[in-house]
């Protein structure tokens, strides 16, 4: 797992901050601040960014969902129309 690199306001350079419990610390300077999510123990979260934010997450499937429902429709549609051309041409 990747920590992704931020900017430090103390040291004033972007740096792989160290998580601990509710905190993050820089190993530059030792600056640290509070992560505004409860600390989880037991189970780390490996994908930070997208936790906590279901909606979002229903919303991407329900999207991808409506695409691939759109997407065999038109290939239905489009299998029909070139039956149906083939059919009355022949
Ligand atoms: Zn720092």
Do not use: H
């Not at 936790?51 to 409506?66: E, K, R, S």
């Amino acid at each position: 797992m990747q920590t992704p690199l931020q900017f430090c306001p103390r040291c004033k350079k972007d740096v792989a901050f160290v998580a601990a419990a509710g905190a993050r610390t820089c190993p530059e300077c030792g600056f640290q601040y509070a992560v505004s999510e409860p600390p989880n123990p037991g189970s780390f979260p490996d994908r930070p960014d997208r936790a906590g934010n279901p909606w979002l997450q229903f919303l991407t499937i329900a999207g991808i969902v409506v695409l691939a429902l759109l997407g065999a429709g038109a290939l239905l549609l489009g299998i029909l129309f070139v039956g149906c051309a083939l059919a009355f041409r022949g």
